[in-house]
């Protein structure tokens, strides 16, 4: 997927400007992408980065593969297969997806494949505790009573205390909120089903209290949406949580102790400040160095959906705020809410998706990008059907041509996005206006009476 001697020279394309570092998160291996994914970060983050070059900017885009989260564990296990052989036929399809998708980045992280990658992430986290930047603390943990699992991320199922959904360890589908096995209520082994029990580890923490005031400075100045932002308001009132960086479990990067791995979230944020930091300065290793690269970064963007708001907006500022990375060089956010197929919400593991390099192997990629840009989830759940989808391609052709009437499926997409236009947290009345009268202003009747003030208008 990646093609890095094919664009390195584009950091330099705009030499002299501050660059504009474009991310989107790493997808897990556990399945194929599917059209949520492409509806999602993915084309998304690829059509701003392509927007801002465009627009003279000096960008650097990345993302990358994610084989250290146990959901790959997991599936494997589900299957029967062995995990090397899931990871093999995973990650193939991911890059073929994002490749028959036109999507390509400057730096694409493969941890499996990349030997310099896992070293430089342990080295840096090692760094980071001898240097007292983070505290390295005897702290309670959970295992399995049963199997002995440490419970954490897929290993543990419960219900999130800030919602009271199902959730795994992590964070919560459905809220964002930080999760794992010591504070699910309910808590449970989702290996074998059995009731946790404490045991004490040596393990290093971030005590992201102690990084409140960075931390708000660089909230105040990001882009930021107000789902994320209410994620965010909920721990200034109830305190910032210490996060484990590194603990006893059986996959992951080993480094932060003895017996541990590194968490796979902290190894995605601690790969970005050194992956970036060496490729803006080559002989970059340690943490200074990467953090002086970094000085050239003048914003960075990050396209997520907000499942992951919790990382992005509080765990990775409090990461690099540690690393010595002023946490303000974030400019926002670009979150998405989750894309529904046929009414329900995408699932890799319930096999409920339409899979991605499946369809773009059937459909014209121009068409499929402009899909889901046209109808991203940006702001509510908006959903792929199969008949929307060959109305908008049927029609797209003829109407970038020169006109063309919207079928009556898109018109009630229109109609749809042009009500949730007028919400207060999304507000847009530009983008209402041109979505009724796309859909046809009769669709929408109380659309147009709060765009006209004129409540008699039929
Ligand atoms: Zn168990
Ligand atoms: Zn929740």
């Known amino acids: 997927m990646t093609s890095p001697a ?3 020279t584009t950091c330099d394309d705009a030499a002299g400007q501050p660059l504009v570092v474009v991310t989107a998160t790493a997808p897990t291996p556990n399945g194929p992408l599917h059209v949520g994914h492409l509806a999602g970060p993915f084309i998304a983050a690829d059509v701003a980065a392509r927007a801002a070059r465009a627009r003279g900017m000096r960008t650097l885009t990345v993302s990358g593969l994610d084989p250290h989260q146990n959901y790959v564990r997991t599936k494997a296990a589900s299957q029967g297969r062995e995990v090397t052989e899931v990871l093999d036929e995973y990650e193939g399809l991911v890059r073929q997806a994002l490749g028959a998708a036109r999507i390509s980045y400057d730096i694409f992280n493969d941890p499996r494949a990349d030997r310099d990658y896992r070293d430089r992430v342990g080295l840096v986290l090692d760094e980071l505790v001898a240097r007292g930047r983070v505290v390295t603390e005897r702290t309670t943990l959970t295992r399995c009573g049963s199997c002995g699992t440490t419970l954490h991320h897929a290993y543990v199922s419960g219900d999130c205390t800030r919602c009271g959904l199902a959730s795994s360890g992590g964070t919560c589908e459905a809220c964002g909120a930080f999760t794992s096995a010591e504070n699910l209520g309910s808590a449970r082994c989702a290996r074998c089903g059995g009731s946790p029990e404490p045991f004490s580890a040596d393990i290093p923490l971030l005590r992201l209290e102690s990084w409140r005031a960075v931390l708000a400075e660089c909230w105040s100045g990001a882009v930021l949406p107000a789902r994320v932002r209410s994620l965010i308001g909920h721990y200034l009132a109830c305190g910032l949580p210490d996060v484990p960086l590194a603990y006893p479990t059986d996959w992951g990067i080993p480094a932060g102790g003895e017996l541990n791995r590194v968490d796979v979230w902290v190894e995605m ?4 400040i050194t ?3 060496r490729r803006l300065d ?5 943490l200074d160095q990467c953090a002086a690269a970094w000085q050239q970064v003048g914003e960075w963007w990050h396209f997520l959906g907000i499942d992951n708001a919790f990382y992005f907006a509080i765990l990775f500022p409090g990461l690099f705020a540690a690393a010595g990375i002023d946490p303000s060089r974030l400019g926002g956010l670009v979150v998405n809410e989750f894309y529904q197929l046929d009414g329900l919400k995408f699932s890799t593991s319930r096999g409920h998706a339409v899979w991605a390099h499946e369809f773009l192997a059937q459909e014209d990629p121009a068409t499929v990008r402009m899909y889901v840009c046209w109808d991203r989830p940006d702001r509510f759940e908006s959903g792929f059907t199969q008949a929307v989808y060959a109305e908008f391609r049927n029609w797209i052709g003829a109407a970038l041509a020169g006109g063309g009437t919207l079928p009556p499926g898109l018109a009630a997409a229109e109609a749809r996005r042009a009500g949730h236009a007028l919400e207060f947290g999304t507000f847009d009345p530009g983008l209402a206006l041109r979505c009724l ?3 046809g202003p009769g669709r929408v009747p109380a ?4 765009l006209t ?3 008699t208008a039929p």
């Open 447 to 450: 659309v147009l009476a709060a």
């Open 282 to 286: 080559p002989a970059a290793g340690g």
């Open 269 to 272: 944020g601690l790969g970005l």
């Open 453 to 455: 003030g004129d409540d």
């Open 6 to 8: 094919a664009q390195a």
């Open 275 to 277: 992956g970036i930091g």
């Open 437 to 439: 009268l796309a859909a």
